[in-house]
């Protein structure tokens, strides 16, 4: 009975700091692709020919910003915006749908694969950079 009460207790106190944890993690923004020396119109329909390829839709085109809405499993919204205006892509965080988004201390949390499906469009969009400068 006391073995049994001991390993109970030990299970008990390893698993607390598991206790509330959600499956959220910082929203990492992904790094920024160079688009230095193209140009402007090769880049928006390099972007434009990469949204679509995971499930992204463009929603909005206006001033070198494209904002692309993912709809993952009917259940996850991302909306992020597609910023070449500068001499790099960034890709921010704009609104989400279902990812448990919060910002706590100056630290903004979201559901885990967000950062990966914003990786994904990323790629996507670097392969189709990486075609303009061959």
């Not at 809405?69 to 996850?76: M, Q, S």
């Not at 201390?105 to 392969?127: C, F, M, P, S």
């Amino acid at each position: 009975m006391k073995q049994s009460l001991l390993i109970f207790s030990l299970f008990c106190v390893c698993c607390l700091p598991l206790v509330g944890c959600k499956s959220r993690t910082p929203l990492a923004q992904p790094a920024p692709i160079s688009i230095e020396g193209l140009d402007k119109a090769e880049v928006a329909s390099a972007v434009k020919t990469a949204i679509p390829k995971r499930g992204w839709i463009m929603e909005k085109n206006e001033d070198q910003v494209i904002t692309a809405r993912n709809l993952i499993r009917g259940k996850h919204t991302v909306v992020v915006n597609v910023d070449y205006s500068g001499d790099a892509i960034q890709i921010k965080y704009v609104d989400s749908a279902n990812l448990e988004y919060q910002k706590e201390g100056g630290v903004e949390y979201i559901h885990k694969n967000y950062n990966v499906w914003t990786d994904y469009l990323r790629q996507d969009i670097a392969v189709e950079i990486g075609k303009l400068r061959v």
